[in-house]
């Protein structure tokens, strides 16, 4: 059964008036996700480039450089996933692996925030980027790779695992789609640094951007990847029907994206499908926002510690006080036990 996330229940976005102007066209920059169609290609899918957003939640954070590039692509992935659900809800992509980045965390609640978090092993990420090897299958290791989709209470949470062992982030989701959705996909990301003017001199900034383009004509016998024994080969070429043109030419025209066009803020998103898709005809929704939110607040932890035991209470007392830091937005709420004294 489809995710409830599937490009086929993708509603229409007009362009709007108050997006600004590219030539005659609007466009939605930095930080919105943008839907697209290719009629002709039966081709449907999103793309955006992550700026100021991404750039928040990484300074936040201040990860050593390897660790901020695998959650940037786990933000990019989130937000081109996530912004396509139709109800109320969160989306939640998460790794447990064995290697140095034990953890990803992105989380995206419906419709536009996001938050993410990594869990590394600091002295095991620096013997490894000091003997030059921080390539993402190391620092991943193996383990797996979850998509979560929480529609909130009283509902039953859908879950698809992917193991990863040596694959990168890319990778891995193109396999969860051949083998849960058995929809062709393919997805394109890419992350950077870019040194930007400003007050008292250059900066550097955290950028990121993606694209995901899925098959889906009418016809489902021609949409669906058949069931492969052992799920060897490249997914990307396992389709239905090999002799398929559309989906050939889709794949053949992704693999000229250079890595730069998805995050250059002069390109941005509508360039880039139209210098992709122009001999077809390419139709651009409006962009889907997306923020860096936390969902965390000081009634929340307080009703949590309202919870807790006597000796709990006790136990969670340091300095005098109660301490909780938000792993996500590094906020931190402080507590008199005394607020908690008659539990």
């Known amino acids: 059964m489809a995710a409830p996330w ?6 229409s976005h007009l362009v709007t008036e108050h997006h600004p102007k590219l030539g005659e066209f609007g466009y939605a920059g930095d930080d919105h996700v943008v839907p697209f ?13 992550l700026g100021p957003m991404l750039d928040a939640i990484l300074g936040r954070h201040d990860y050593p450089e390897p660790v901020a590039r695998l959650l940037a692509e786990a933000c990019v992935l989130t937000v081109l996933l996530g912004t396509s659900l139709k109800f109320e809800g969160k989306f939640i992509l998460q790794t447990r692996t064995d290697g140095p980045v034990d953890m990803l965390v992105a989380d995206f609640s419906t419709p536009s925030a996001l938050r993410a978090y990594a869990r590394f092993d600091a002295d095991r990420l620096e013997a490894l980027v000091a003997a030059g090897e921080t390539s993402q299958q190391t620092l991943l ?13 009283h509902t039953q949470r859908y879950q698809g695992i992917v193991q990863l062992d040596g694959e990168t982030l890319e990778d891995a ?6 083998q849960s959705e058995q929809i062709p996909t393919d997805i394109r990301l890419s992350v950077a640094k870019l040194l930007t003017p400003g007050v008292g001199g250059a900066r550097e900034q955290w ?14 016998e021609r949409m669906r990847i058949p069931d492969l024994p052992g799920g060897d080969g ?11 043109n559309s989906w050939q030419e889709l794949l053949a ?11 250059d803020p002069t390109i941005g998103a509508e360039r880039l499908l139209y210098r992709l898709f122009h001999e077809h005809g390419v139709r651009v929704f409006g962009g889907v926002p997306v923020a860096d939110q936390c969902s965390c607040s000081r009634d929340k932890i307080r009703g949590i510690l309202e919870g807790f035991s006597a000796q709990e209470i006790k136990d969670s007392t340091e300095d005098g006080g109660i301490h ?20």
């Not at 599937?6 to 509603?11: C, H, N």
């Not at 169609?37 to 480039?49: A, I, M, S, Y």
């Not at 950028?207 to 489902?220: T, V």
């Open 6 to 11: 599937s490009f086929v229940m993708l509603e």
């Open 37 to 49: 169609e290719v009629g002709p290609l039966d081709v449907r899918g999103r793309t955006v480039q």
């Open 141 to 153: 290791g193996s383990g797996v790779l979850a998509l979560t989709i929480d529609q909130g209470a």
């Open 173 to 178: 989701a193109r396999t969860y789609f051949r």
């Open 207 to 220: 950028r990121a951007g993606g694209i995901l383009a899925q098959f889906l004509p009418q016809s489902p």
């Open 234 to 244: 490249d997914p990307r070429e396992q389709v239905h029907d090999p002799a398929d």
């Open 253 to 263: 025209l992704l693999g000229t994206i250079e890595p730069t066009e998805l995050i």
């Open 324 to 343: 909780v830091a938000c792993e996500f937005c590094s906020t931190q709420y402080d507590f008199d036990p005394a607020e908690f004294a008659a539990q």
